[in-house]
């Protein structure tokens, strides 16, 4: 079953620099939270491969995988590799399914190397996309916008879909697929440029900047007929506004709250009475629930993509491995125009 | 269609004493915010009925039916007579439908006496049950538990339910027809007398106080693998301490929330991301849009009730209409068990 030797071993000299999470941060992370690494890059056993990670992944939930206690997925632990999508190339192996110069998208982790053993490994092609969009628009990202929307959003042609983070990785996806779907598309962003790409760029209907703009004022005028669909990144202040233009029978896809997620003292959302008044419901997602349906996600993203009918865009920050801190935070303060990704090798 | 003249028409004398909306509260209702009139009873039109009141329903949604402002339903208007669910006996009728001394129920309004044209009216026998009792189990509380837990909540057997407001009319009703469908029930009272009632009375699995015990602690001994079924009726912390232990799917009923209704400044849920980890809805439900099924509920419930497996508890304060307004701070204070109703005559 293995491929034999590896055609391409590296050096036992080869330097793994690795991100390692040193501290449980309260609030905002600190550069203190992070542990810089330096370890010889491992060698794949039998049925491994090793991979050397080119870009990665720098999501908002990371910042939730940073705390103690349950969640939809175990923490990581004090000293252990920062975990990270990431998309690399195969440089060693000795797993039959995977060979050198293979390009493949995984869980790889916060480092420039990583040992696998190909579970929840899965080959991407570089000519048919760049690389940074297997981790956005044909990646976790994309599938979470693709699910998220269609199973629990359930929108119907003619009718009102609001998202927030609309520019993000997930955001601007949603709204892409709404239009597609025939629906009326809002997008809520942070600042005029990030409204001007939602609009001309990705094709929303509109844009409100929740920065500048009376929010609810603006909800009124751009819904008038009430809100379907509310695809939640967001949470707080937007979150609320938001449930007081629910439609009758209005579903709020529950995502993220980046609003949150560095926050001490989560605020619950006020009007949360409304869904009773209306009739509505608000659902958690989480996209791994369709993990065995992702090729169908990606094979229709792929086609609409191909169509020119589904946009990507990835906002790629190239450094090393040791920037990784510094670039979480432009996601927390919202400076990213779609997916964030890290590119630490070509 | 008429049944001719009125067998027994009320003298032009007779006085129809009311409680009107005299303000809008901020918070608790204060006795300034009701005006007490008396009139002449109105005579039935062709077509018509006059309807003698003989129990009030004391519903906590009627703080919200004070209040302006877009619901489930209008606004009680400044000036107009309080809405109320009664059942009363017919003492005229000019209608084909409703003859003198058929005992009927339907939303006749906080007064003796009300000329209804038959809309929204259903005819009950005092010899099947108790009148109270169609203003609680066979009436809108029971068929707000029984469409809510079924069709919302879709408990199955052997999974965890739980309730809150459990001594209540409603609370009370979900948790026995959990029982009956199989299901492990927790609930949420306050008060070791109350808390008793429930375990006592309705067969409840188990009952938290959460007056007096740590709820958090509480939910993790009774509920060890997560709550399925969470048919909240209070909001506030109650609602975030379940929050925080609802299992994989689990979905909440928001029926009410009656810790908030007199809140100036209300407190959302701040665990709603346990929706997200859990992949669980929160699903607000009005018990009219099942109107259409109201004959099923009401069949299913009488059956169960003659079967002795579902109990009704009416909690029936004896006085006149004046005493309304203070018949229903009773609610807010929790000072009731099971469905609070004030009978202004025999």
Chains 1, 2 share one sequence.
Not at 63 to 80: C, K
Not at 107 to 113: A, L, P
Request: aromatic residues 6%; negative net charge.
């Amino acid at each position: 079953m293995s491929h034999g030797l590896p055609k391409e071993p590296p050096e036992m000299s080869t330097i793994n620099r690795q991100i390692r999470l040193a501290a449980r941060p309260v609030g905002e992370p600190r550069p203190t939270d992070w542990e810089h690494v330096e370890e010889p890059a491992g060698q794949p056993g039998d049925g491994e491969f090793l991979v050397q990670v080119l870009c990665l992944s720098i999501d908002p939930a990371m910042r939730g995988w940073m705390n103690a206690g349950r969640s939809y997925i175990r923490p990581v632990e004090i000293g252990e590799v920062m975990r990270a999508g990431a998309v690399g190339r195969v440089i060693a192996s000795r797993h039959s399914g995977f060979a050198v110069g293979d390009h493949v998208s995984g869980t790889f982790g916060v480092q420039e190397y990583c040992v696998s053993d190909g579970r929840g490994v899965t080959k991407v092609d570089p000519a048919a996309a760049p690389l940074p969009t297997y981790l956005g628009t044909l990646g976790i990202p994309g599938l979470t916008a693709y699910f998220g929307l269609i199973e629990v959003g359930r929108p119907e042609p003619g009718q009102t879909v609001v998202v927030s983070g609309a520019a993000g990785a997930v955001g601007s996806v949603v709204g892409q697929i709404a239009k597609i779907l025939g629906c009326r598309v809002i997008g809520i962003a942070g600042g005029e440029a990030k409204c001007r790409m939602v609009v001309d760029e990705f094709g929303f209907d509109a844009a409100i900047d929740y920065q500048s703009e009376d929010l609810r004022k603006a909800l009124r005028e751009h819904a008038p007929d009430g809100v379907d669909v509310y695809f939640d990144n967001v949470g707080g202040d937007v979150l609320d506004a938001v449930l007081l233009r629910l439609a009758r029978g209005a579903r709020v896809v529950v995502c993220g709250a980046i609003s949150q997620y560095n926050s001490t003292k989560p605020q619950g959302p006020a009007n949360y009475l409304s869904l009773l008044v209306n009739r509505a419901s608000m659902t958690g997602i989480v996209v791994f629930d369709w993990a065995d349906r992702y090729a169908e996600g990606i094979a229709q993203m792929a086609t609409w993509r191909a169509e020119g009918r589904l946009k990507s865009l990835e906002d790629v920050v190239s450094g090393s491995v040791t920037e990784f801190p510094e670039t979480l935070m432009r996601l927390f303060r919202g400076d990213n125009r779609g997916k964030l990704v890290l590119k630490i090798a070509d």
